[in-house]
């Protein structure tokens, strides 16, 4: 009889494996189907919604001012065009990343999400969208800057003027609504200095959300695994995840795991099989699944042992969530 073959390459022990039953719902870029991705205004609305964890994505200006913003474009989502990487922080407050986005209109009788009405406050206080931009009235005779946008129309565009928000700010709300927070960061088209002030920057930062809010959880994930290596050689410790894109969670899935010493995989949501999530988990490593807007889908994610789901609509998935 043939003695069977040791295995020669034994998974490595994970040393944080994630807790079985673990269920994370976190608001994809804030609330954002309830206010502009990646703006303040989205973030409050996902801690009004009763979100435990925000999601968020970060690149860096020309200054090394890193902003949470999703695109290496500004089209999309404010009303300037081309890249980002040549500005600074004094070119912020022209941007507008709040008149491109209108909200679901919610039944009649009902507000809507706390901060979300034009003029109204949040749960901190803050300011309601509305209240973000004030705009002058033109001087008599004076022809309009080349580059000036029309006025918005508030009654269709009540999160006019809400600005790209830097990080610390972003984190400063966090510390103060109680909010975990996953840190993407962009896989930074500008560069080898640019990567590294993008990643040196997150790690002081989340060494400072650290010491004034011990109690808030910060994971950093990246499709870039040469950025994740970095933040884990810049600030060992750090919880990392490794995100892959649609139809790109492969064999060697475990091989990046290792290497990295990454705590969870965040696999996109299209393709995924039940297989993969089970392979996952059986090696302890965390599953976080992007983007699932469905609720029958997140249930099911979470029947197969996924730790996590990205949802734009945390007001209605919240309740999934089991720490």
Same mark, same amino acid.
Request: charged residues 20%; proline residues 10%; glycine residues 10%.
């Given at each position: 009889?043939?003695?069977?073959?040791?295995?020669?390459?034994?998974?490595?022990? !994970?040393?944080?494996?994630?807790?079985?039953?673990?269920?994370?719902?976190?608001?994809?870029?804030? #609330?954002?189907?309830?206010?502009?991705?990646?703006?303040?205004?989205?973030?409050?609305?996902?801690?009004?919604?009763?979100? *435990?964890?925000?999601? @968020?994505?970060?690149?860096?200006?020309?200054?090394?001012?890193?902003?949470?913003? !999703?695109?290496?474009?500004?089209?999309?989502?404010?009303?300037?065009?081309?890249?980002?990487?040549?500005?600074?922080?004094?070119?912020?407050?022209?941007?507008?990343?709040?008149?491109?986005?209108?909200?679901?209109?919610?039944?009649?009788?009902?507000?809507?999400?706390?901060?979300?009405?034009?003029?109204?406050?949040?749960?901190?206080?803050?300011?309601? #969208? #509305?209240?973000?931009?004030?705009?002058?009235?033109?001087?008599?005779?004076?022809?309009?800057?080349?580059?000036?946008?029309?006025?918005?129309?508030?009654?269709?565009?009540?999160?006019?003027? =809400?600005?790209?928000?830097?990080?610390?700010?972003? @984190?400063?709300?966090?510390?103060?609504?109680? /909010?975990?927070?996953?840190?993407?960061?962009?896989?930074?088209?500008?560069?080898?200095?640019?990567?590294? /002030?993008?990643?040196?920057? &997150?790690? =002081?930062?989340?060494?400072?959300?650290?010491?004034?809010?011990?109690?808030? =959880?910060?994971?950093?994930?990246?499709?870039?695994? /040469?950025?994740?290596?970095?933040?884990?050689?810049?600030?060992?410790?750090?919880?990392?995840?490794?995100?892959?894109? &649609?139809?790109? /969670?492969?064999?060697?899935? *475990?091989?990046?795991?290792?290497?990295?010493?990454?705590?969870?995989?965040?696999?996109?949501?299209?393709?995924?099989?039940?297989?993969?999530?089970?392979?996952? *988990?059986?090696?302890?490593?965390? &599953?976080? &699944?992007?983007?699932?807007?469905?609720?029958?889908?997140?249930? =099911?994610?979470?029947?197969?042992?996924?730790?996590?789901?990205?949802?734009?609509?945390?007001?209605?998935?919240?309740?999934?969530?089991?720490?």
């Amino acid at each position: 009889m043939v003695a069977p073959r040791p295995i020669a390459f034994r998974p490595l022990a !994970h040393p944080h494996p994630v807790p079985a039953g673990t269920r994370l719902v976190l608001a994809h870029r804030g #609330a954002s189907a309830l206010a502009p991705e990646n703006t303040l205004a989205a973030f409050r609305a996902a801690a009004d919604a009763g979100a *435990r964890w925000i999601e @968020l994505d970060v690149d860096v200006l020309g200054d090394g001012t890193l902003i949470v913003i !999703h695109d290496s474009l500004l089209e999309r989502t404010t009303n300037r065009t081309g890249p980002y990487y040549d500005l600074t922080a004094a070119d912020l407050p022209a941007l507008d990343a709040g008149s491109w986005f209108t909200p679901e209109r919610p039944p009649a009788g009902d507000p809507g999400p706390e901060g979300a009405a034009p003029g109204g406050t949040s749960a901190d206080g803050a300011p309601g #969208a #509305a209240l973000a931009l004030t705009i002058p009235a033109p001087a008599p005779g004076a022809a309009p800057a080349p580059s000036a946008a029309p006025a918005p129309n508030f009654d269709t565009t009540p999160f006019a003027g =809400e600005g790209v928000p830097t990080l610390p700010a972003v @984190l400063d709300l966090a510390a103060q609504r109680h /909010l975990n927070v996953n840190i993407e960061l962009k896989s930074c088209q500008a560069g080898a200095t640019a990567c590294s /002030l993008l990643v040196d920057g &997150v790690a =002081e930062l989340i060494d400072e959300q650290a010491r004034r809010a011990p109690d808030c =959880e910060v994971l950093v994930s990246s499709f870039n695994p /040469l950025l994740l290596e970095r933040m884990g050689r810049r600030r060992p410790g750090t919880p990392l995840a490794i995100l892959t894109r &649609v139809g790109l /969670l492969g064999d060697d899935w *475990r091989s990046y795991a290792e290497m990295l010493g990454v705590q969870a995989i965040n696999p996109a949501n299209t393709g995924l099989e039940r297989s993969r999530v089970e392979e996952i *988990r059986a090696l302890g490593y965390g &599953v976080n &699944v992007w983007t699932v807007n469905n609720r029958a889908r997140a249930e =099911e994610l979470f029947t197969w042992g996924a730790t996590g789901i990205f949802t734009d609509r945390i007001h209605e998935f919240g309740d999934l969530a089991c720490p």
